[in-house]
């Protein structure tokens, strides 16, 4: 199974981003889906999760202005970044529970919030 993160740039305080993951490979379905992100000198951290019949929970940091979302079709997560703040730089990290393959991550994207 593979997860390729895509979306991650360079963009300006205030601004937006959205990030996709796709899983390819050979699997019989998809569970939770989330987002993390790792900040240098810092551990990695949720963003947010999304169940397969589309629950979601956020960490208090970006409540309000990050939403995710997913199309099971496509074996896709988003993850779509309102109001940008540096403190939100970071490599951010696809993370699906695959059936039968476990807990997989993708190799990241880097999101730099910075004028």
């Known amino acids: 199974v593979q997860l390729v993160e895509s979306g991650g740039s360079l963009v300006q305080p205030g601004g937006s981003l959205r990030l996709s993951c796709a899983a390819s490979?050979?699997?019989?379905?998809?569970?939770?889906m989330a987002w993390y992100r790792q900040a240098p000198g810092n551990q990695r951290e949720r963003v947010a999760t999304?169940?397969?019949?589309?629950?979601?929970n956020y960490a208090d940091s970006v409540k309000g202005r990050f939403t995710i979302s997913r199309d099971n079709a496509k074996n896709t997560v988003f993850l779509q970044m309102n109001s940008l703040k540096p403190e939100d730089t970071a490599v951010y990290y696809c993370?699906?529970?695959?059936?039968?393959?476990?807990?997989?991550w993708g190799q990241g994207t880097q999101v730099t919030v910075s004028s």
């Open positions: 993370n699906a529970f695959v059936v039968p393959n476990g807990d997989s």
């Open positions: 999304i169940t397969r019949d589309g629950i979601t």
């Open positions: 490979g050979r699997f019989f379905s998809i569970g939770a």
